[in-house]
């Protein structure tokens, strides 16, 4: 059982950025993929960015040149950073990761989710 707990939500300004952070319980090496996912209400949860075992990155396109995902083996910690953030981009933010060997940004593919950070964007 795999453990994510993500940090760095908050409210900012449109215009902003932020940096979540997921701290995982086993090391992130080990994870064949990676994941941000979003959710704002009323709204199904929408993939944001993933990265697969060998740190290649896959980003939809409402967020394309301004999140960007990565992750610290040290630490076992995976990031996203959010730049130039928009009211749209206000929801839920979900960590999760998955051992299958498929990389995609659909959240049935993943096993393991953390609890959530929630993002603020206000015009």
């Known amino acids: 059982q795999v453990q994510l707990v993500e940090s760095g939500g908050g409210s900012v300004q449109a215009g902003g950025s932020l940096r979540l952070s997921c701290t995982a319980s086993?090391?992130?090496?080990?994870?064949?993929?990676m994941g941000w996912f979003r959710q704002a209400p009323g709204k199904e949860r929408e993939g944001v960015a993933i990265?697969?075992?060998?740190?290649?990155?896959n980003y939809a396109a409402s967020v394309e040149g301004r999140f960007t995902i990565s992750k610290d083996r040290a630490t076992n910690t995976l990031y996203l950073q959010l730049d130039s953030l928009k009211p749209e981009d206000t929801a839920m933010y979900y960590c999760?990761?998955?051992?299958?060997?498929?990389?995609?940004?659909?959240?049935?593919?993943?096993?393991?989710w953390g609890q959530g950070t929630q993002v603020i964007v206000s015009s």
């Open positions: 086993a090391p992130v090496k080990l994870m064949y993929c």
């Open positions: 999760a990761s998955h051992d299958s060997l498929r990389c995609r940004r659909a959240a049935d593919d993943f096993r393991y």
């Open positions: 990265i697969d075992k060998i740190d290649t990155p």
